[in-house]
């Protein structure tokens, strides 16, 4: 069963503009983990957020946390060509049994 | 720089082959684990080790069986394939921190087509 649900499942913006992605769980986490993955590749990590944690940041990439919503967002700000990917939510369990990861948005940047 | 390499990028099968999927990570990872891609359902786990010889399921292990005898070497076994297991395969690895996964690091996936 998928534990993370994005949306949207697909986000089309142009370059330069801000694109937030948002992420639903179910159950108690550890941690959210975002990832970023170019077409027909592996997943390559982006940021780790623990449950004690509220908000993050890495660079262009800023997520929060609301564990009392069971929700996170993902912000890339300045968006550029080469953001265009599709981007998962992972939540690691509270019982650390496994991560499971969400079905993703995918994100086009126009020029 | 952390590797974890799967040993084909393309593969074909006939349906009832029997077909060995490896993956090796060079990080002294504990973790490995093995999901399968499909379009508009995400990454879906079909089964994960936390140490040598040690195997769990995954939400989806029907049809697959691993192999986990050195630390560095996770195998994804599909004992007859079918049609229906047709899809991207994906290794990953990764650290236990106390009770918490940290976070995972994959390898370029195998495409694999059962005819």
């Known amino acids: 069963s998928q534990q993370g649900e994005e949306d949207p499942q697909a986000l089309s913006i142009q370059e330069g503009e801000n694109a937030t992605m948002n992420c639903s769980y179910k159950?108690?986490?550890?941690?959210l983990q975002w990832y970023r993955q170019n077409s027909g590749r592996g997943l390559v990590h982006l940021i780790l957020i623990r449950s004690n944690e509220r908000e993050k940041h890495s660079g262009r990439l800023r997520v929060t946390l609301d564990t009392s919503k069971k929700s996170s967002s993902l912000l890339i700000t300045a968006s550029r060509a080469a953001d265009t990917a599709s981007y998962f939510c992972a939540t690691a369990n509270s019982s650390a049994s496994k991560i499971i990861f969400g079905s993703g948005t995918r994100l086009s940047i126009r020029p | 720089d952390v590797k974890v390499t799967q040993s084909s990028r393309y593969l074909v099968k006939r349906t009832g082959e029997k077909v060995f999927l490896e993956c090796v990570q060079d990080m002294d990872h504990e973790n490995m684990f093995w999901y399968r891609q499909d379009p508009g359902l995400g990454l879906r786990l079909i089964y994960f080790s936390y140490d040598v010889k040690m195997k769990e399921k995954g939400d989806i292990p029907e049809g697959y069986s691993v192999s986990r005898e050195k630390k560095e070497r996770f195998s994804l076994i599909l004992e007859s394939a079918s049609t229906n297991q047709t899809s991207m395969y994906l290794c990953?690895?990764?650290?236990?921190?106390?009770?918490?996964?940290?976070?995972?690091?994959f390898g370029s996936g195998t495409q694999l087509s059962v005819l």
């Open positions: 990953a690895s990764s650290l236990q921190t106390g009770s918490s996964f940290e976070k995972l690091f």
């Open positions: 159950t108690s986490i550890n941690n």
